[in-house]
């Protein structure tokens, strides 16, 4: 069915926007979470005290990129509504149990696995079902939805301080609880307006059979070069990505002690990066092609060059306006993903194109954290951590740019195609009359002479 551009949606995408700004504005905000870890489990003894305790952030961030490629044929498979309801449950549970635990550890399955899961679970189908209600305002409602991620993640930092200085850690995640909840109600409003596989399957029978393997996992689209190329390029380029995220708070405190308002440089990267979203989605716009890749290779240069100026900024000042420059170019990286994904491997195959791609992003932010941290732990300074979290943005952003040239290429041979079958189709007819003429010939000779 045509989507209905208004009605209903108007209520799906603030849901949409809702989780969007819940589960990015926790996993945004873990630097303050991060910090009270810190003081609560921490002991002068244990020397590796940051480097297990960055495990819990990373773990968390790292298994809603993780999942996504399951998400997405679970989504398939069963439809919007029951897969993020579900997801939310999840997520709740998870985000519950983590407040009361007594040691770190158990944080690493509750809240780094369960909790991100039931995120992921929940978030991959407020994106999908917005293509059920809208069409010629989708580019709009999705630029209204992703900046609940910027709302939350300006204001929850502010938040979490004034709750864990005045009710603790333990009851901080427990009003959290809160905003999965309304994520759990927010998931009963995604009606959906196009069938799931499973309706397909079991018809009027009722009986649902799995559809092929190659049809719940598309994997074609990695015969595509431009596309490999850019699913193995973005990751590399992500091992320092999510390290300041997780870092910067802690390092602002050994640097500038309790003396500065460390939540604010959070705010600088919540609002930047929902300004460079809404900018760069623009521009975009009239970029042609593959092309658009440039923007990303741009985006991956500034933020590793602003990885590495944290480390040099002795004052606060400086280290507020490195934020709001890594929190713009933050906001372009984000907001072309699916223009990119469009242009490589077309409308048809663009889902699982991105779960794949998120996937694979999972492993180089989940363990960039944990490498920093054990580097602050052995140095006793974050400085050669945000120096080294600055070199693999760098090395990403060059092999992007090899991606406009390859899918150049690509395409040209595409072209090619076609008209090599034409002539090799009259190529083959020429020799066919060929053949008849010469076969022919000998016949009328003997006929004559008969």
């Given at each position: 069915p045509e989507p209905p551009e208004g009605g209903w949606g108007w209520v799906v995408m603030l849901a949409a926007m809702w989780c969007n700004g819940a589960v990015f504005g926790i996993q945004n905000s873990c630097g303050v979470l991060f910090v009270s870890m810190l003081r609560l489990f921490g002991s002068s003894d244990d020397k590796q005290l940051v480097f297990k305790t960055a495990w819990v952030s990373s773990l968390s961030m790292g298994m809603v990129f993780f999942c996504s490629p399951i998400v997405s044929i679970f989504t398939d498979l069963f439809g919007c509504r029951k897969v993020a309801v579900i997801g939310a449950a999840v997520g709740l549970v998870g985000l519950l149990s983590s407040s009361f635990v007594s040691t770190i550890e158990p944080l690493y399955f509750t809240y780094g696995i369960l909790f991100a899961c039931g995120c992921s679970f929940a978030y991959q189908p407020s994106l999908v079902i917005l293509g059920h209600y809208f069409k010629k305002r989708l580019g709009l409602v999705n630029g209204i939805v992703t900046a609940g991620s910027s709302l939350f993640t300006v204001s929850l930092p502010f938040l979490l301080r004034v709750l864990?200085?005045?009710?603790?850690?333990?009851?901080?995640?427990?009003?959290?609880?809160?905003?999965?909840?309304?994520?759990?109600?927010?998931?009963?409003?995604?009606?959906?307006?196009?069938?799931n596989t499973k309706d397909k399957e079991g018809g009027k029978k009722g009986k649902f059979k799995l559809p092929p393997v190659k049809k719940i996992c598309n994997f074609s689209v990695f015969k595509v070069p431009s596309y490999r190329i850019w699913a193995f390029g973005i990751p590399a380029a992500l091992f320092?990505?999510?390290?300041?995220?997780?870092?910067?708070?802690?390092?602002v405190k050994d640097r500038f002690g309790d003396s500065v308002p460390e939540e604010v440089l959070l705010l600088c990267l919540g609002i930047t990066s929902g300004v460079g979203r809404?900018?760069?989605?623009?521009?975009?716009?009239?970029?042609?092609?593959?092309?658009?890749?440039?923007?990303?290779v741009a985006?991956?240069?500034?933020?590793?060059?602003?990885?590495?100026?944290?480390?040099?900024?002795?004052?606060f000042g400086a280290l507020v306006a490195v934020c709001l420059f890594m929190g713009l170019f933050d906001g372009c990286f984000i907001c072309i993903m699916a223009p990119i994904a469009f242009e490589l491997v077309g409308a048809q195959d663009v889902s699982q194109a991105i779960g794949f791609l998120?996937?694979?992003?999972?492993?180089?932010?989940?363990?960039?954290?944990?490498?920093?941290g054990l580097l602050r732990d052995k140095l006793g300074t974050y400085d050669v951590a945000f120096y080294l979290a600055g070199v693999p943005p760098l090395?990403?952003?060059?092999?992007?740019?090899?991606?406009?040239?390859?899918?150049?290429?690509?395409?040209?041979?595409?072209?090619?195609?076609?008209?090599?079958?034409?002539?090799?189709?009259?190529m083959l007819e020429n020799d066919n009359t060929l053949v008849l003429d010469t076969t022919e010939k000998p016949v009328k000779e003997l006929d004559s002479g008969f």
């Open positions: 864990i200085d005045s009710v603790d850690l333990y009851n901080t995640l427990r009003v959290l609880c809160i905003l999965m909840f309304v994520l759990f109600l927010a998931g009963f409003t995604y009606k959906p307006l196009v069938p320092g990505y999510f390290v300041p995220y997780v870092h910067l708070m802690n390092h809404l900018i760069f989605g623009r521009v975009a716009d009239y970029v042609p092609g593959a092309k658009k890749i440039y923007l990303q985006s991956f240069f500034f933020i590793g060059l602003m990885s590495m100026m944290i480390p040099l900024c002795n004052v998120l996937g694979l992003m999972s492993v180089p932010m989940t363990v960039g954290p944990p490498i920093a090395i990403g952003g060059a092999i992007l740019c090899f991606i406009p040239w390859v899918h150049e290429r690509q395409k040209l041979k595409e072209r090619a195609k076609p008209v090599d079958g034409e002539t090799t189709e009259k």
